[in-house]
């Protein structure tokens, strides 16, 4: 890569455990270095005691910040902007979306598997109150509805 200081064009692409970070064009180190600095946690910190809620059934994918907020208050019956979490997932189901008033303004998040699908609810409308852990689990492609432990203590002594 040739040296951002230097202003030249390059790439860096740095692999944390849960997520991936691709800088392509100049690179401000100063801006880089304050990046990296910041836990992954307080860049998107939910505040204790928001609620997160499944959309049961099938999104169009196509829709933004109105499309899904509309959702919220007409299907659900919900307000969008009371800071809770609702997360929506497309057709094929490997597409989610997450919506999220901060207290500033709407937040929408996607999250796309390359492989496998993400695990949603049978019910076709409706919503379905997840855990924080839960909704991992569910970014991470595993089956939040039945987790289970790897290893299991046979004996207590």
Do not use: N
């Amino acid at each position: 890569m040739p040296d951002a200081a230097s202003g030249q064009e390059g790439s860096i692409d740095i692999q944390f455990s849960r997520a991936r970070v691709l800088v392509r064009g100049r690179v401000d180190l100063d801006i880089l270095q304050t990046v990296l600095a910041t836990p992954a946690s307080a860049m998107i910190g939910l505040p204790s005691g928001t609620r997160i809620w499944l959309a049961a059934g099938v999104t169009d994918m196509r829709r933004g910040f109105d499309g899904l907020a509309s959702i919220v208050q007409e299907k659900l019956a919900a307000d969008p902007f009371a800071g809770h979490v609702f997360v929506f997932r497309g057709r094929r189901g490997d597409l989610v979306k997450l919506l999220w008033w901060d207290g500033d303004g709407l937040c929408l998040f996607a999250k796309r598997l390359e492989r496998g699908r993400f695990i949603w609810p049978q019910a076709s409308e409706g919503s379905v109150h997840l855990s924080g852990a839960q909704l991992s689990m569910l970014l991470e492609g595993i089956d939040w509805r039945r987790p289970s432990r790897t290893w299991q203590p046979e004996r207590a002594a």
